[in-house]
């Protein structure tokens, strides 16, 4: 007698794992290493009159990576909230062999976030991470939150340029958007972005509840320079616990991301996130 199949169940996130808060800053603010330094000693003293510890690095430590969008020509992805993005770190001038893929669901609810399948069928290891995004809404001092139901793995794979047919086959949960069978995702405006990414510190808002702080600029290659796009800082925390002092950490790291934005006021960029930019527009 033949056995059953066993179906893999559907991988998904249904708990928060991590918890990130990201500012868009004006790029001309960081034309050179220098001025990274000096930034990182403003938000020391930032920091330190808003009642929140901050520990800068003894050095920056900075990585560069290629990153690629991909999405049908009408964005059918990013309508339906979705992102499909590939990076490849050549902090050493050397490419890696392997690139990061993400596959990712974002949405400002819960449930719509959790319940997508973020799964490939490929045969590499996965790492799932179910995201608390906090951005700034319009005016400043104000926040809001989005979901971010994320699959992250590396793979050989370069691109994926390819029929909408094969990509479901890679990614199954695509095909609960409807989308085109017959239509082709390229790489989102042909756009090849290098981010900079530096890491400052780490701040300190109570119990399991330390964020390493981060600033990130985007470029796009020219013919003979660099395009400087948008500057992002972020500090993220893995979340642990959910007693009262786990909550305390959340609500500090909450305060001082909307206080925050009173003394960088001058340096905020328009917009809530970097991908809008490949896309040629501001995210909201």
């Known amino acids: 007698m033949r056995r059953a199949r066993v179906q893999r169940p559907v991988p998904m996130a249904r708990v928060i794992t991590h918890r990130e808060f990201k500012l868009l800053l004006d790029a001309a603010n960081f034309p050179t290493k220098h001025s990274v330094i000096d930034f990182n000693d403003a938000l ?11 520990d800068q690095f003894d050095s920056i430590d900075s990585q560069i990576r290629q990153v690629r969008f991909f999405d049908t020509a009408d964005e059918a992805l990013r309508q339906s909230n979705v992102i499909l993005r590939i990076r490849q770190d050549q902090s050493t001038g050397w490419p890696d062999e392997t690139w990061e893929v993400t596959l990712k669901r974002r949405s400002h609810d819960y449930q719509a976030a959790a319940d997508f399948n ?23 001092g104000t926040s809001r939150r989005i979901f971010s139901n994320n699959n992250v793995f590396e793979s050989p794979l370069h691109t994926f340029s390819a029929p909408v047919a094969r990509i479901v086959e890679i990614f199954p949960g ?51 320079a660099f395009n400087i796009l948008v500057a992002e800082l972020a500090f993220a925390y893995k979340v642990v616990g959910t007693t009262a002092r786990h909550q305390e950490g959340h ?20 917009g809530t996130t970097k991908t809008a930019l490949i896309y040629g527009r501001d995210e909201r």
């Open 44 to 54: 020391t003293e930032i920091a330190a009159s808003l009642g929140v510890r901050y």
């Open 118 to 140: 973020v799964g490939h069928s490929l045969r590499f290891r996965e790492r799932f991470k179910f995201k608390e995004e906090i951005v700034r809404d319009d005016a400043i």
């Open 174 to 224: 695509l095909e609960a958007l409807h989308l085109d069978p017959d239509a082709t995702i390229e790489a989102v405006n042909k756009a090849r972005v290098f981010e900079v990414q530096a890491r400052l510190g780490i701040l300190n808002f109570g119990k399991d509840a330390a964020a390493h702080l981060d600033l990130a600029v985007w470029m796009r290659p020219t013919s003979d």
């Open 251 to 270: 609500e500090a790291a909450d305060r001082f991301f909307i206080e925050l934005q009173t003394p960088l006021h001058d340096k905020l960029a328009v």
